[in-house]
Every structure is written in structure tokens, then in C-alpha cells.
């Protein structure tokens, strides 16, 4: 921290100062899988090789074609022929020594079927559900020259053989949710492109949306002591400037209370109290910050919504039970905080440490800044000694018969502690970001896509709500779902031969309506001309929208690997003709 | 609407590829209209010739500049040019892909070109290794679409006036299209400005929230945080020890120094946290950057240039949003342009000044202005000079009035002229008392 940062401290500033040397260790015990390295899965894989994950593995069955060329990056004139996982895997690692990278040229749908647990050694798995344009018409006479694919049947440019099934999506879904590994699905389409995210539970730490936490309503003992220390009516002029709001706010308070014990305040008529404390508001700015920040101090204290939600989450309530399966640490601090919060925090939770600048003299505001980090250390230690107690508890209690099924999970990220291995352990570091972080903590739980797929899962008036709206991005979503059933049937997608728009736009518009209906949503539909814009591109990836949603994939893979930042819940979607995007809970 | 999906005949011969196939992608879109293209869209090899032979500018050779080139040249752009004026520094390679570490040192524009070129089949890039004020209306009107990934808001505000003073409302030909870029962490923005059919840079400069600087009685009296105690160092003590040497961020020994010195200060103030990276931070001003952001709006932005370039879809109307920590959101919508706007508009604002200010409380006030952002202004009365900052025996000379009041210096209606070292732009202010 006194010395000058080293090589990779140097290379990695710009991003340190996002997420930390925790958020950079995740990263870099992260192993990726990226299922098709097309353009888009190439641009979301550079997006990660970047910033220094461990390894990444590219299983792509497809050559190498001259289309390639034109939206893929990572592959050049002379790869044409050879494996694409190959090339695209050995042009990344170019970009960053320390990343690993390895590449299978198998077909994935084959090696689902064949050796699923293959998926399971990975943090994180990619899915770029490609598209293939076909030839255009100028290069239909060009075949893809060399012959050193590793699938036995060759694809030609026509070939989906990268391709999971809408079952398959399903299957492979299944197999990471039962071991919490997020899935991200990728697609470009044209103009448009989707990422959609999919995990069991997704547990955020530090979101990095922190909120003061001063405890106005009720000053704990040291800060009340502080507030009594000061007598602003004896402070000369210049002193009186030097004093901090939050002071300023609880005499406020006090005053508020002795004039109306039995009403509390508003937040205007505190504000008003505190302007007529100040002798002189152009040189006590420091008033005028007070009545600006009132409002803190008035109404009860409320434990954030998202926070509280996790407190009460019925995974709190099973740390500790017999028979329950081993908890994941995050449930024990949570369990930890939330005991602390009924029991002896009076309803708060651990004070996070910090406070924001203010108008203040030096003295008082690192005196003021004192007291709340003691106060936080305190109540650190006892979630420490909580946490110590329920981990001790549960390491005594008979262990279930069953192996827990997360013993064969991969090696566990730094961001996401192992969640069985043999006694339970939380590890200090984790605690102590816990309770900087107590009133921002966040989980998300996603919905499967076979529960969507299956089309039960869909409430019927969603679809129809989003269509409602004229050139809602959510068209786009319809559109690329009836195309994947375009494909299933037809075995190719729409568009893809010059001579066969017209049929296709008329195939694709009874797929549209077929989804629709399968979804129960009666009244609506796709325009037609958002038909025809979807047959007219052949299923061309194009880089600037491969570059685009791989951009926003490969932070939703950042977020979802480092345990920071919030993803998304659940399925973005882009529309490249307006340059529109929103985002849709599935 | 057409719907009736026509479709041309499949062209004979594949003119523009070095290799046959190379382009099928984005010929889907230019071999075939659709329902939004612009009713003068012809699908076919017109189309094609022009976006492989029209020259495009990027700015900027950097986080964005490097998307930026990789982007356009996929989309089939064949004549790109690229500006800037740094070299390669080992902080840049997180995100800016075409560099590697032997490569830190040389300029980022060559570098970036020659890596380009060498991947990418019948691509041109040319790079100019210097600053873009180097360069003069000569240069930038040869180029049908200009892309800025810059870093700062005064470069955008010199490309922008530049950009729009060679528009010649008599010949279309004048009218550049220039696309700008811009990223924070996991937040970004793109934009499309038309001069004159749309809101220019100038226009919405308010919208752009300046770095937030601590006022110096904090730096001075009352340090609170680590932040306090560096600006002590480097704003207050460099120029006091090394009144000859000129801070240099990039330098470990003057960091090294400010940090020691920002460090004595913050334990003599019981202050915690200064480190060496954040008193870096501090003193560059450094903005987090990550790849993926710059991968999303430079990507939007060459979207955007496709679409110009082909019309093979509609443009962008005009501005989008992304913010990507908490979810993702995004956010398009239309930016006005501001008919007094100094750039592309009358010029003409008018001002409520005090009587009783002094000439200097004035130009404090102008300062304040987000919409105007200004750093070092000489202002004009008519006929007379009312403070210059350059040259300095004007400067000398105008300097007394900088006590005078407002009253005694101007008349109401009296219209002042605004100028700015910094900035290719006058501006102009109608007087009214307050």
C-alpha cells in the first residue's frame, strides 16, 4: 500500500478500483466454458481474458469459414479449414499470458449426452447458441477448405451442428442448477441479440451501492456521548462552523423532543428547527448541510428492503437445523446478523464503519469518523463470536448420510466459498465484507428456462403486457424464440437462401403465432415488418451486435464470477434497429 | 410499410472481398431491403461500395479507439483512419486488445493500426500519431463519418465545434455525421450528432457533472479524508518544493513523494487511508475502465456508423444510455438541441449579472456555469477588452479592471464576448442586470 504497485497491480489498476483484490481473486480462480466461439462468444471471452480469469474453454465442433472473416476477430485468412475452438482459444490467449486456455472440438450437444459431467468442471458456463447465414451469394461456390475438423460430419456453412435444442438448452440447465453454476445465454441475431442469465441463487456481497448508516433516530452510547460533549451555545463563531451535521442533527432532536414530547418530527419541520438553530447561515454552511440531511433523522429506522429479504429468507431459518444439508457461509453470516440485529442491535444491523465527508473541523469530524468505526468493530466481533457458535454448532451435529451432492462441484472460485468440504468453515475475510455490507447485501433467485420452455411457466398476460407496448425490444425476444422453432423444423434458419424470403417471412410468421398461443396470449402480435426484418438478416451475426451483447454478456459474467455488482434478473434484449434495449423478468 | 420482401438477384461476382465469402454477414443487410430501412435505401453493390470506400475517423486509439477500430472494419469499413496522440502505458492493457507488453511505449495509434491491417483482410488503416488540433478543417473534411472514444470533455468540445463550423448549409457534402462514445466503469454513452438536425456536443454540456474539486480551505485547513490530504500535497506543497517541476502523474518518484508527503499530513490529522494507488487516483484523476464497457459503446457506435454509412436501418435518435451495476439498463431517447447554443445555435444567452459584482465575481459566476465550462476566460466589450488572459501585457493591462464593478465597466444590453484558450468557441451574452 506505500510502495508503488507492482507489474500486475500496474496492469490491472483500471479495474482494481472497481472491484478490489477480492473481485480480482475470483476472477482469478475462474474457469469458463464458452460453449460456440462465434463472434459473439470470441467478444465475451476477450472481455474476460482481459481482466485475467484463470482459464477458459471454448467446445465448438465448427471450422473455420470465410464468413468467420468478416465478424470474428479472432481468427484470420490462414485458419480457414481448422478448428474454430482451436484458433479462436490460441488468439485469445495472445492477449493475456496469465490465462489459460483450452479448447474441445466436439459437438455439445453430442458430449451432453455423452459426458455431461464434462460441464460441471467449470464456474461459469457460456452459451452461444450460434446462428449459421449460410452462404451469401457471392461466396456459395466457396467450400470450407482443409479437413482437420474434429467432428466426423463436417459441417458446411448451411450446418447447425453447434446447436443445442430448446431441450437440450433445458438439460444443460438442469445439470449446473443443481450445483449452483450460472449459465449465460448468449445470442446475435441480426439486428438483434439477448443475454439472458440463469442461476439457483445468486448471492451478492457488495453491490456497491452504499448508503450512510449514521443512527440519528438513536444514537448508540459513544455517539450520544460525542453530541453531549458539544454545547453549541458556548462555541465561538469559528467553532461553531467546525461542527458536524450529524451533531447539529441529534441536538436538533433533542430540542424537537423537549418542545414536543409526543409528536416526532416531519422532515420540513425538522429542517426548519435546525435553519433557526444557525446564527448565521452564510457562514455556517455547515447548518445548511444539517437541514438538507433532516430527513435522515426523521421517521423509524427500517432495515433496507433487499437486505431484509435476505434476513428472512427461510435459508436463515435452516442454519443450525438437524438433518438440513451444510449451509453456505453466506447463510451463516446472514443468520449471524440477523440473531444480532433482534437481539442486541436493537433492530440495526452492524454498523458498516464509514461516513460520508461533511462540513466539520478536522477534530470533530475524525472524531465523529472514530466512533462509528469503533462502533463497527464491536459489533464485528460479536458476529465473529456468533458466527463461531452457529459454525462450531453445526460441525457437531451428526452428519447427513447422503454426500452432499456439492462434494463433486468444481474447485470453488475465491468468490464463492466451497460450499461442503467436510467441517463448514467462514472464512474471517467473509465476515468482515458482511458486515461492511450488512444494509446492501442482495440475492437473486432465477427462474429455469425449461420452466418458460415447457410454456406453463410463462404467465400469459407477460408476454401479451410487453407486446402491448408499439416496438417493445421484447418483439425481438418472441422473434428469436420462434426462430429456434423455425429451425427445429425446417433444419435451417429463415433467410438464409436469397430465393426464399417470401415463404420464409410466411413460416415464420405461423411459428410467431404458434409461440403466442402456446403462451395464452390471445390479442397480440408480432408486426409484420418486425417478421420480415428477422428473415430479410438470414441469420447474419453481425460483429457490431456480436461486440455489443458479448460486451454486456461478459459483465453479466463479471458480476456473476466476482460475487459484485448486481446481474441482471433475467433477459435482456436488444433491438439494433432503433438501438433500443429493456430488460424482462422471464 | 413494404412488406413485400424483395430480393435482389444474387450479384454475379464477388467484387469487393479478398476473401470470397468474407463479408456474408453484414451482405445480408445490403443485398436486401427491409420494412425500416430509408425509403432511398437500393440494396446491391453501390451500397457495398461505399461502406468499403468511404473514409471513416476514429479519435482515439485507446480503450474505445481500439473497439472502435476492430468494429468498423468488421462492419466492411476499408479506409479508416485513427488520431492520438499517447503511447502504450502498462495500465492500458486490461482493456485495449491490440496492445501487448512489449508495446508499451509506442504510440497507440500505430500500433493499433498495424494490428488491425495484419488481421483483418483488405483493411486500410492509417494512423496519425499526434494531437487532433495538429490537425485542420482540410484533414477532417475528407472524412464521411467521424467516431470519438476520447476521454475528456474539452477534446469532445473541440472536435465537436470543429465538426460542426465546417458544415456549409449550402453543400450537403459538409454535413459529418460524428458518433461519440464515452465510458465510466460499468456505465456508458453513445450518441449520434448531426450538425444542426440534431442536439450538438455544446448543447447538453450541462449534462456532464464535473470533477467534483475540494475547495482549497479544506485543502488547506480542515482536511477530513485521505482525498484532502493528497490535493495538500500535490496542489498546495509540489509547486512550494519543486517550483521548476511540473507534477507529473505518471512518474513514480513525484507520486512516491506526494504520497510520503500526503501521508505525514494525514497521521498529524489522524486521518486513515491514503495508499499509493489513491493518491495516483487522485492526482490523474484516474476513471476505473473495463473492456467489456468500452466493447459495449464502441460497439453501439459503429453500429450507428453502419447504419449512416448503408442506411440499410435507421440511425439512432440520438443518445443512449448504459449502466450496468445494478442490472442493466439502458436508455435511448432524443436530445434537443438548444437554440442559443454558443456551437450550432444564435449564440446569443443572456445573462443576469449584479450590479455590484466586480469583474471578477463575474467571471466566477461564468466559471460556476456547467453549461458553459469554462477555464480560463477573456471577455470583450464592445470596442474595449474588459480582461484578457493572454497576452500577458494585455493581461497586465486588464487586470485593474478585474476590481472595477460591473456597472462602472458595462451598460445593460451591452453584449459581451466570451473567449477561452482552451476552446474553439465565442461566446456571446446580452447583459440584463439583476
Known amino acids: 500500500m506505500s510502495h508503488p504497485p507492482d507489474k500486475k497491480q500496474q496492469r490491472y489498476d483500471r479495474q482494481l478500483r472497481l472491484w478490489g483484490a477480492h473481485g480480482q481473486a475470483a476472477l482469478e480462480s475462474s474457469h469458463v466454458l464458452l460453449i460456440n466461439g462465434n463472434a459473439t462468444g470470441a467478444e465475451i471471452l476477450k472481455n474476460l481474458v482481459l481482466p485475467g480469469i484463470a482459464s477458459f474453454t471454448i467446445l465448438d465442433p465448427s471450422p473455420v469459414l470465410p464468413s468467420d472473416l468478416g465478424s470474428n476477430f479472432f481468427v484470420d485468412p490462414e485458419d480457414i479449414g481448422k478448428p474454430r475452438a482451436k484458433v479462436v482459444a490460441e488468439r485469445l490467449r495472445e492477449m493475456n499470458e496469465d490465462v489459460a486456455g483450452e479448447w474441445v472440438g466436439e459437438s455439445p450437444s453430442t458430449l451432453l449426452s455423452t459426458n455431461p459431467s464434462f460441464f460441471l468442471r467449470f464456474h461459469l458456463v457460456v452459451l452461444c447458441n450460434h446462428n449459421s447465414p449460410g452462404p451469401s451469394s457471392s461466396a456459395s461456390s466457396t467450400p470450407p477448405v482443409g479437413s482437420s475438423t474434429p467432428s466426423p460430419s463436417t459441417p458446411t456453412p448451411q450446418s447447425t451442428s453447434g446447436l443445442l435444442s430448446e431441450k437440450e438448452v433445458a438439460a444443460l440447465e438442469d445439470l449446473l442448477w443443481e450445483r449452483n453454476v450460472p449459465l449465460v445465454m448468449v445470442r446475435s441475431y441480426g439486428l438483434a441479440g439477448m443475454v439472458r442469465v440463469g442461476r439457483k441463487e445468486h448471492r451478492v456481497i457488495d453491490p456497491h451501492t452504499p448508503t450512510p448508516d449514521l443512527r440519528l433516530q438513536t444514537p448508540f452510547p459513544a455517539l450520544q456521548a460525542l453530541v453531549d460533549s458539544v454545547n453549541l451555545d458556548a462555541l465561538d463563531d469559528h467553532a461553531r462552523t467546525g461542527v458536524p451535521f450529524v451533531v447539529i442533527l441529534c441536538k436538533a432532536m433533542e430540542k424537537w423532543k423537549k418542545e414536543n414530547p409526543t409528536t416526532p418530527p416531519t422532515a420540513s419541520a425538522l429542517k426548519k428547527l435546525v435553519l433557526a438553530m444557525s446564527k448565521d447561515l452564510n457562514r455556517e454552511e455547515n447548518f445548511v448541510e444539517a437541514s438538507g440531511q433532516a430527513y435522515r433523522a426523521c421517521g423509524k429506522y427500517e432495515i433496507p428492503r433487499t437486505a431484509r429479504n435476505v434476513l428472512e429468507d427461510p435459508e436463515c431459518d435452516k442454519v443450525g437445523v438437524v438433518g438440513a444439508p451444510p449451509p453456505h457461509p453466506f447463510w451463516i453470516v446472514a443468520r449471524a446478523v440477523r440473531d444480532f440485529a433482534r437481539e442486541e442491535g436493537a433492530g440495526y444491523l452492524p454498523h458498516p464503519g464509514s461516513v460520508p465527508d461533511m462540513k466539520a473541523d478536522t477534530g470533530k469530524y475524525v472524531e465523529l469518523a472514530t466512533i462509528y468505526r469503533q462502533k463497527h468493530l464491536s459489533d464485528l466481533a460479536s458476529i465473529r463470536t456468533r458466527v463461531a457458535s452457529v459454525v462450531s454448532q453445526i460441525n457437531s451435529l451428526p452428519r447427513s448420510t447422503s454426500t452432499s451432492s456439492i462434494d463433486s462441484a468444481p474447485p470453488p472460485a475465491v468468490g464463492e466459498t466451497r460450499e461442503w468440504a467436510g467441517s463448514v468453515q467462514v472464512k474471517d475475510e467473509e465476515i468482515e465484507r458482511w458486515c461492511k455490507n450488512a444494509s446492501q447485501v442482495v440475492v437473486k433467485r432465477y427462474k429455469r428456462v425449461k420452466d418458460e420452455l415447457g410454456e406453463a411457466g410463462v404467465e400469459a398476460g407477460e408476454p401479451a403486457r410487453h407486446l402491448s407496448q408499439p416496438d417493445s425490444p421484447f418483439l425481438h425476444y418472441v422473434l428469436l424464440r420462434a426462430v429456434d422453432r423455425f429451425r427445429d423444423v425446417h433444419h435451417r434458419f429463415p433467410g438464409v437462401l436469397a430465393d426464399e424470403v417470401e415463404p420464409d417471412i410466411r413460416l415464420l410468421k405461423k411459428q410467431v403465432q404458434e409461440l403466442l398461443k402456446g403462451w395464452g396470449s390471445q390479442g397480440v402480435t408480432v408486426p409484420d415488418e418486425y417478421v420480415h426484418e428477422t428473415v430479410r438478416c438470414g441469420a447474419a451475426e453481425l460483429h457490431a451486435i456480436a461486440a455489443l451483447i458479448g460486451g454486456i454478456a461478459s459483465q453479466e459474467c463479471i458480476k456473476l464470477i466476482t460475487g459484485q455488482y448486481v446481474p441482471v434478473v433475467d433477459t435482456f434484449v436488444f433491438d439494433g434497429i432503433k438501438s433500443v434495449g429493456g430488460v424482462y423478468e422471464l | ?434
Open chain 2, 1 to 434: 410499410m413494404e412488406t413485400d420482401g424483395e430480393i435482389d438477384a444474387p450479384e454475379s461476382a464477388t467484387v469487393f472481398e479478398d476473401i470470397p465469402g468474407q463479408y456474408t454477414h453484414i451482405y445480408k443487410y445490403l443485398e436486401r431491403t427491409g420494412p425500416f430501412t430509408d425509403p432511398s435505401f437500393e440494396p446491391g453493390n453501390e451500397r457495398k461500395e461505399f461502406l468499403h470506400t468511404c473514409k471513416v475517423l476514429v479519435i482515439g486509439a485507446g480503450g474505445l479507439g481500439c473497439e472502435l477500430l476492430k468494429d468498423l472494419a468488421l462492419m466492411g469499413f476499408k479506409d479508416i483512419h485513427v488520431i492520438d496522440m499517447d503511447t502504450i502505458d502498462i495500465s492500458n492493457l486490461n482493456r485495449q486488445f491490440l496492445f501487448r507488453p512489449a508495446d508499451v511505449g509506442r504510440p497507440k495509434a500505430t500500433v493499433a493500426a498495424e494490428f488491425v491491417m495484419k488481421r483483418i483482410p483488405g483493411v486500410k488503416v492509417t494512423p496519425f500519431y499526434g494531437r487532433i488540433q495538429d490537425k485542420d478543417e482540410s484533414y477532417y473534411s475528407e472524412f464521411s463519418i467521424i467516431i470519438c472514444g476520447l476521454d475528456s470533455v474539452e477534446a469532445r468540445r473541440w472536435m465537436n465545434a470543429t465538426v460542426v463550423g465546417m458544415l456549409d448549409e449550402e453543400d450537403p457534402s459538409t454535413l459529418k455525421p460524428m458518433i461519440d462514445g464515452g465510458t465510466e466503469g460499468f456505465k456508458g454513452q453513445s450518441r449520434v450528432i448531426l450538425p444542426t438536425m440534431t442536439a450538438c456536443y455544446e448543447c447538453s454540456l450541462d449534462m456532464h457533472t464535473q470533477r467534483q474539486a475540494f475547495p482549497i480551505c479544506t485543502i488547506a485547513n480542515t482536511p477530513r479524508l485521505p482525498e484532502h490530504c493528497i490535493e495538500w500535497a500535490s496542489v498546495i506543497m509540489w509547486p512550494k518544493e519543486w517550483p521548476d517541476t511540473k507534477l507529473d502523474g505518471d512518474d513514480p518518484e513525484h507520486i512516491q513523494w506526494l504520497f510520503n508527503m500526503a501521508s505525514k499530513r494525514a497521521a498529524e490529522f489522524k486521518i486513515q487511508g491514503v495508499t499509493w494507488s489513491l493518491t495516483q487516483g487522485v492526482v490523474k484523476n484516474i476513471i476505473p475502465a473495463i473492456a467489456s464497457t468500452n466493447a459495449v459503446v464502441a460497439a453501439s457506435c459503429a453500429l450507428e456508423a453502419f447504419k449512416l454509412a448503408t442506411s440499410c436501418a435507421p440511425t439512432m435518435s440520438n443518445y443512449m444510455m448504459y449502466v450496468g451495476d445494478d442490472g442493466i439498463y439502458t436508455y435511448t431517447f432524443e436530445l434537443q438541441r438548444k437554440p442559443e447554443c454558443p456551437v450550432c445555435g444564435s449564440g446569443l444567452q443572456k445573462v443576469q449579472v449584479r450590479r455590484d459584482y466586480t469583474l471578477e465575481d463575474f467571471i466566477d459566476t461564468l466559471k460556476e456555469r456547467k453549461e458553459i465550462q469554462l477555464k480560463r476566460p477573456s471577455l470583450m466589450a464592445p470596442g474595449r477588452s474588459l480582461y484578457m488572459t493572454h497576452p500577458p501585457d494585455l493581461e497586465e493591462r486588464t487586470r485593474d479592471n478585474l476590481v472595477k464593478r460591473m456597472d462602472e465597466l458595462v451598460e445593460e444590453g451591452n453584449e459581451i464576448t466570451v473567449t477561452d484558450p482552451g476552446l474553439p468557441i465565442t461566446l456571446r451574452l446580452l447583459i440584463e442586470w439583476e
